[in-house]
């Protein structure tokens, strides 16, 4: 995250690799379900043996003395429709909800978020020197209107993809959040709004960000938990 | 480690039917059809057997599909295994072990019947039980470097040979081997292959029945994941796969649907210069190997035109991708090239949300065969004929019953795969454009805040803030 400060995000996972390197950030959205990003995997038959998330403590790298933290395996990868690049992680056991882990609500189903909004980003990702890179980090960012942002990207923008504002102080996603949560609050409660994409810079001043609009799958992603 | 059934070739749902049985065929008995191979393969008598999965009951016969006055034919209660020796048209090692009904000299010469002796008088070679010098079929019960021979009935020439290939010169393999279905089923070391339909010595993932085009028969080599030539899982458990030694094509293939601007069905024949991913990351080059190390060598892949860094689709995925400069992101998809539109025109599209789809499309978007509707296994369905018997849920066909936005889909012949979505694009939307708009509206205006209600979610403790360690 560039622009953000250390925060706390209890639904913001870390996935790691099999030598346990975070790689990409996600979402609890069920005790034993995150939302991540297509990208962040091979394929969608990707042998996922020993990649685990992490929950639980804002360190990137927690010492073994840590008590709240809680390392899972992954136990398998759903992808979703072809334009969601999104993709479900079932965990081979529910995540223990406590202070420190929590589910984020998904959104109605095509809900829009309005504009204006302020929502935030979180995770582990790069920093490039604007925050600590060693625990989570956490940054808001307002959301974009639908139209302005399809006008300021020359036609360019999807129904599945939500924009949020450029900030002229540098603010924004960058490689290792991605998968991570863009959370908006909405009736007191902080909704899964969007999904962190990869994009070729980081934190734009130009530009709005892309992320990927969970309303429009939220029945797949309630499909895949019941199915 | 070498099961039994490594010495047959399987055909599905498939039975033999002689008229009439004489031997007659002994009575079935009890077993999994390992331990049926292992009866057959004891008796001198048994070619076949048919082996009924359900009732675990095998029935050893003394004929195969080649033997006169034997036909094959339909039954689903059956699986017919044949021994692969009495099947081949073609020879393993010097042919002694050749059983196929060959009768002609490789000059055309016909054989002369073992039991005969005139033109050719022999005492040497009659037939027995065991050497199986049968008819006038080509044999070689000495041994011949050559391979299998017989006597002629040229009374000028006694004996020729008759010129059978060896089965890795028997069928060539075009590009990386991909459509290969030949015999081979020994790897290049000589390491006989594990069958695919076979779990042991190797666990693996490739079952024959989730991927029934993939051509996985018995243990013969097979390419189904797009490696660089054929391979299989070996018998020795020290050692779990290893390519095989085919022979290639001398002519390749042209490729099919190429297309420039656009792309075809999954794209495969995608010959344009796009090489940047949906998000504007630039594509890797594939003759490089930083950031991302791979397998998709463009030497070792000729057919699949991997020049420079454009998005290819090398494996069959679902369209074509590339590796990405980004070290955190290997792989993405090049999704924004545009479907060729004169296959958005094809009937196998849908309109609104496919709920009125009647379709033949039975494959999920990766290929994986779908479940038929009426099935319990591998999936237990919560949506079938019975629940939606509205919802034309035939066969194995891509459906809609549950009106999921995202179209038709599928219960997958995968057990790690409980549902997927079907390879059927939505037909041309509103305004004829592509790129996400169809028919339907995606989104609805923004609901005033205190319509929405959340259960025991989005809640945290605003006071635990960063302290520092």
């Given at each position: 995250i560039i622009g953000g400060q250390p925060g706390n995000s209890p639904w913001t996972v870390s996935i790691r690799n099999r030598a346990g390197v975070h790689f990409c950030g996600g979402s609890l959205v069920k005790e034993q379900w995150v939302i991540s990003m297509r990208q962040c995997f091979s394929s969608c038959d990707a042998d996922l043996v020993g990649y685990k998330v992490q929950l639980g403590t804002l360190f990137k790298d927690p010492g073994p003395g840590d008590p709240d933290q809680q390392t899972i395996p992954i136990e398998r990868i759903a992808c979703g429709p072809a334009e969601s690049q999104l993709v479900m992680l079932k965990l081979v056991r529910p995540a223990a909800l406590n202070r420190r882990v929590a589910l984020i609500c998904l959104p109605p189903e095509r809900y829009v978020v309005p504009a204006g909004t302020v929502c935030e980003i979180a995770g582990w990702g790069e920093t490039r020197g604007t925050g600590d890179s060693t625990v989570l980090n956490v940054a808001r960012l307002p959301v974009l209107a639908h139209g302005e942002c399809h006008a300021a990207l020359r036609g360019r923008l999807k129904e599945s993809e939500l924009c949020t504002a450029p900030l002229r102080a540098g603010v924004g996603a960058c490689e290792g959040d991605y998968g991570g949560p863009l959370a908006c609050l909405t009736a007191d409660c902080w909704v899964l709004e969007g999904v962190i994409t990869p994009s070729r810079v980081c934190a734009r001043t130009d530009q709005p960000a892309l992320f990927i609009r969970v309303s429009l799958y939220v029945d797949w992603i309630h499909k895949v938990m019941k199915m | 480690h070498r099961s039994p059934l490594n010495d047959f070739q399987r055909l599905r749902a498939t039975e033999l039917l002689?008229?009439?049985?004489?031997?007659?065929?002994?009575?079935?008995?009890?077993?999994?059809?390992?331990?049926?191979?292992?009866?057959?393969?004891?008796?001198?008598?048994?070619?076949?057997?048919?082996?009924?999965?359900?009732?675990?009951?095998?029935?050893?016969?003394?004929?195969?599909?080649?033997?006169?006055?034997?036909?094959?034919?339909?039954?689903?209660?059956?699986?017919?295994?044949?021994?692969?020796?009495?099947?081949?048209?073609?020879?393993?090692?010097?042919?002694?072990?050749?059983?196929?009904?060959?009768?002609t000299t490789e000059k055309g010469l016909r054989c002369q019947h073992w039991r005969a002796t005139t033109?050719?008088?022999?005492?040497?070679?009659?037939?027995?039980?065991?050497?199986?010098?049968?008819?006038?079929?080509?044999?070689?019960?000495?041994?011949?470097?050559?391979?299998?021979?017989?006597?002629?009935?040229?009374?000028?020439?006694?004996?020729?040979?008759?010129?059978?290939?060896?089965?890795?010169?028997?069928?060539?393999?075009?590009?990386?081997?991909?459509?290969?279905?030949?015999?081979?089923?020994?790897?290049?070391?000589?390491?006989?292959?594990?069958?695919?339909?076979?779990?042991?010595?190797?666990?693996?993932?490739?079952?024959?029945?989730?991927?029934?085009?993939?051509?996985?028969?018995?243990?013969?080599?097979?390419?189904?994941?797009?490696?660089?030539?054929?391979?299989?899982?070996?018998?020795?458990?020290?050692?779990?796969?290893?390519?095989?030694?085919?022979?290639?094509?001398?002519?390749?293939?042209?490729?099919?649907?190429?297309?420039?601007?656009?792309?075809?069905?999954?794209?495969?024949?995608?010959?344009?210069?796009?090489?940047?991913?949906?998000?504007?990351?630039?594509?890797?080059?594939?003759?490089?190997?930083?950031?991302?190390?791979?397998?998709?060598?463009?030497?070792?892949?000729?057919?699949?035109?991997?020049?420079?860094?454009?998005?290819?689709?090398?494996?069959?995925?679902?369209?074509?991708?590339?590796?990405?400069?980004?070290?955190?992101?290997?792989?993405?998809?090049?999704?924004?090239?545009?479907?060729?539109?004169?296959?958005?025109?094809?009937?196998?599209?849908?309109?609104?949300?496919?709920?009125?789809?009647?379709?033949?499309?039975?494959?999920?978007?990766?290929?994986?065969?779908?479940?038929?509707w009426a099935a319990q296994a591998p999936h237990v369905p919560q949506i079938s004929p019975v629940t939606h018997p509205e919802a034309h849920l035939e066969e194995n066909y891509c459906r809609n019953p549950d009106n999921d936005s995202h179209g038709p889909w599928c219960y997958t012949m995968d057990p790690r795969t409980p549902f997927d979505y079907c390879a059927i694009k939505p037909c041309l939307g509103v305004g004829g454009c592509r790129g996400g708009a169809s028919d339907v509206p995606q989104l609805t205006p923004a609901l005033p805040a205190d319509v929405v209600t959340f259960q025991q979610c989005g809640q945290r403790d605003e006071r635990l803030q960063w302290k520092g360690r």
């Open positions: - | 002689a008229v009439p049985t004489d031997p007659p065929a002994p009575a079935p008995e009890q077993g999994s059809a390992e331990q049926c191979a292992q009866r057959c393969a004891a008796s001198m008598q048994c070619r076949a057997f048919h082996h009924d999965r359900q009732s675990q009951l095998c029935q050893l016969l003394p004929w195969t599909q080649h033997s006169p006055n034997v036909h094959v034919q339909k039954n689903i209660h059956y699986d017919l295994y044949q021994k692969k020796d009495y099947l081949r048209d073609c020879i393993v090692a010097d042919g002694t072990s050749y059983r196929g009904t060959r009768a033109p050719h008088d022999h005492s040497r070679f009659l037939p027995s039980l065991r050497n199986g010098l049968e008819e006038n079929y080509c044999r070689n019960p000495d041994r011949d470097k050559r391979g299998p021979w017989c006597y002629t009935v040229d009374p000028n020439v006694r004996h020729q040979s008759c010129g059978i290939k060896k089965c890795e010169d028997a069928v060539c393999m075009s590009c990386n081997g991909e459509e290969y279905r030949g015999a081979v089923d020994h790897t290049e070391s000589g390491t006989e292959c594990q069958r695919w339909d076979l779990q042991h010595p190797h666990k693996h993932p490739y079952h024959p029945n989730k991927y029934p085009d993939k051509g996985l028969d018995d243990n013969y080599c097979r390419n189904p994941d797009s490696s660089e030539r054929p391979w299989c899982y070996t018998t020795d458990p020290g050692r779990e796969r290893e390519y095989c030694r085919i022979r290639l094509c001398k002519k390749r293939p042209r490729p099919l649907n190429v297309t420039t601007g656009c792309f075809r069905g999954r794209g495969e024949g995608y010959r344009g210069r796009v090489n940047v991913t949906v998000s504007g990351i630039h594509c890797q080059r594939w003759d490089a190997q930083t950031p991302h190390q791979h397998h998709f060598l463009p030497e070792k892949y000729p057919c699949k035109d991997l020049q420079e860094n454009y998005c290819r689709n090398p494996d069959g995925s679902e369209a074509p991708w590339c590796f990405t400069t980004r070290p955190s992101v290997r792989v993405a998809f090049c999704f924004h090239i545009r479907r060729c539109p004169d296959e958005l025109g094809a009937e196998e599209c849908y309109h609104g949300h496919g709920e009125h789809y009647r379709g033949h499309v039975s494959k999920t978007r990766k290929g994986i065969t779908c479940q038929p």
